[in-house]
């Protein structure tokens, strides 16, 4: 019975691709040798057995991955060619998934990341990295863009340099410069810092790498608890920063979550959110255009690039929504209406398992609705009665003044 043999993975370096002696020996021993189709064209037959067998990756890694596992369980020899280091952003990653990282040999080569940041003469250690390949959204781009400094950005076909630009242009994160650069450590190697309206309409390399790096901080500091006169909002119509607090408490968001706030007002809310959800998402459900700009606004102020805005009616604004992790409802819950009733069914519907809602409540009737929504659901559910007062002045002197009593209705879903 054959041994299996272990898959050896060796990435070439980035642009030139040439085979460092290693790679030309294992090539000489193996069976099977597997890779991108500039990969393999890097590869002379000369360098083969005759019996030996090219796989071209040109589509879904399923099938490339069984024939890989077959041919190792068989004893042949598997060489697996990557661009780079396979195990950043690479297919080794994949393969030790699939096949048991105890099953591998890799030989790294120089990263692009690493190639790009000499090229420039910056410091990478913090710098953060966002793959796009295959990806219809940019949440990982927007979560990258409020923690980060300096972002590498991984792009494709469809997600080209232009709209990585458009997408930071988009969300007004015009505070970040745009270095693009293109087939690295290729003869044809090109490095171009460019303004971001300047991409549109641009034609670039498919081997390029966006840096980009922040050229000033936001006007206001996204953190917990930021100042209600901070915020842009309307007819005083913005949850005060007790009650935020209280309710964010309650709401219990995690790095991971996927939260949906319902009736955002002007987006106090969602903001902070967004600075606990730090790798998830953010929207910010608002019916009114007004405020929803205002939203807006907020959002470039504190560079909450996380936080996605909805403009729409409830619940038909939140269909295609991806399903949440926490719901906070504090301006879409007026009272004892039908209207109430299928916005609390329609959010309930949507939420995860063991997802949390909290729902801020001034009116009684809006408080015994959701109450009694939740009874029947048999829901665990609490409410804590909030009433905070703060300095005013007076005479010279200060005073307490009192803010509206609010009920922060929390629950849980089976």
Not at 42 to 55: E, I, M, N, V, Y
Not at 231 to 257: C, E, F, M, W
Not at 313 to 342: C, H, K, Y
Not at 362 to 375: V, Y
């Amino acid at each position: 019975m054959s041994k299996t043999k272990p898959v050896r993975i060796i990435g070439l370096p980035p642009g030139s691709l040439s085979l460092p002696e290693t790679a030309a020996l294992a090539l000489a021993e193996a069976d099977l040798v597997v890779g991108g189709k500039r990969l393999l064209e890097a590869c002379p037959d000369s360098l083969l057995q005759a019996h030996a067998h090219r796989l071209a990756i040109t589509g879904s890694l399923k099938p490339v991955i069984e024939t890989i596992r077959k041919a190792a369980n068989k004893g042949r020899q598997v060489v697996v060619l990557a661009d780079g280091d396979p195990l950043f952003f690479g297919i080794g990653k994949r393969l030790g998934e699939e096949l048991g990282r105890e099953n591998l040999v890799v030989e790294p080569s120089l990263s692009t990341v690493q190639l790009a940041a000499a090229r420039l003469a910056l410091p990478w250690q913090e710098m953060d990295f966002v793959s796009l390949h295959g990806r219809d959204d940019y949440a990982p781009l927007y979560a990258a863009l409020v923690r980060a400094d300096l972002i590498a950005v991984f792009t494709d076909a469809e997600n080209s340099p232009a709209e990585v630009a458009r997408a930071l242009l988009e969300r007004g994160a015009d505070c970040f410069s745009m270095t693009v650069l293109e087939n690295l450590g290729a003869p044809d190697e090109r490095i171009r810092p460019l303004a971001l309206w300047e991409t549109w309409g641009m034609d670039f390399s498919p081997l390029n790498l966006v840096i980009l790096e922040r050229q000033y901080p936001p006007e206001i500091g996204l953190s917990l608890g930021i100042p209600d006169h901070f915020y842009l909002h309307q007819k005083n119509l913005i949850t005060k920063l007790p009650v935020r607090a209280a309710g964010l408490a309650h709401l219990n968001v995690a790095p991971d979550s996927t939260v949906w706030d319902l009736g955002a007002g002007c987006g106090s809310v969602s903001i902070e959110a967004s600075h606990l959800a730090r790798r998830g998402r953010v929207f910010a459900v608002e019916r009114n255009k007004t405020r929803a700009a205002m939203i807006r606004e907020n959002i470039r102020r504190t560079g909450a690039w996380l936080v996605d805005v909805v403009l729409g009616e409830m619940p038909g604004a939140l269909e295609g929504l991806p399903e949440p992790d926490r719901i906070f409802i504090g301006g879409g819950l007026g009272g004892e209406s039908n209207q109430d009733t299928v916005l609390l069914e329609t959010a309930c519907s949507k939420l995860k398992p063991r997802g949390r809602i909290v729902v801020h409540c001034i009116l009684l009737d809006s408080l015994h609705t959701a109450k009694a929504h939740f009874q029947a659901h048999g829901w665990h559910f609490g409410v804590t009665q909030l009433q905070a007062s703060a300095t005013d002045s007076l005479a010279g002197d200060l005073r307490f003044k009192a803010q509206n009593p609010v009920f922060v209705l929390w629950a849980e879903k089976p």
